[in-house]
């Protein structure tokens, strides 16, 4: 499912967030389910737009999906998460620029910038 958002990853006024909560409570069991959980069920699979047609942010999800890829004219990416996300779709044209980053406050990325 995808959701129209504009830069920063924010659904539409127009009623796509409704729709795609209305469909992801029929879906999600709630039963023993916090609310970060919840919230992450909710844009695990999404490829949000940050930069008009050219810079897409994504998780491991969005990642291992090459039909969302190609929908979105994606031919690289940057893995920021290459201990944890393998370079899925390389074998299907998809080039990769990895980082093994790890998701802390204290990590030093400095390194990718030089």
Sequence with gaps: ?????????RP???GGADKFHEDLNEKFD????SRNQYVNAMYNTQ????LDDFLYLGGDLVAKDLEKLKENGITHVINCAADYSANYC?????K??????KDHVRENIECCFY
């Design 96 to 101: 990769y620029l990895p980082f093994h980053l």
């Design 47 to 50: 490829c949000s737009m940050i």
């Design 90 to 94: 390389e074998k299907d044209g998809i």
């Design 1 to 9: 499912m995808q959701i129209n958002a504009p830069r920063g990853g």
């Design 30 to 33: 709630f039963a023993g389910t």
């Design 12 to 14: 539409d006024a127009n």
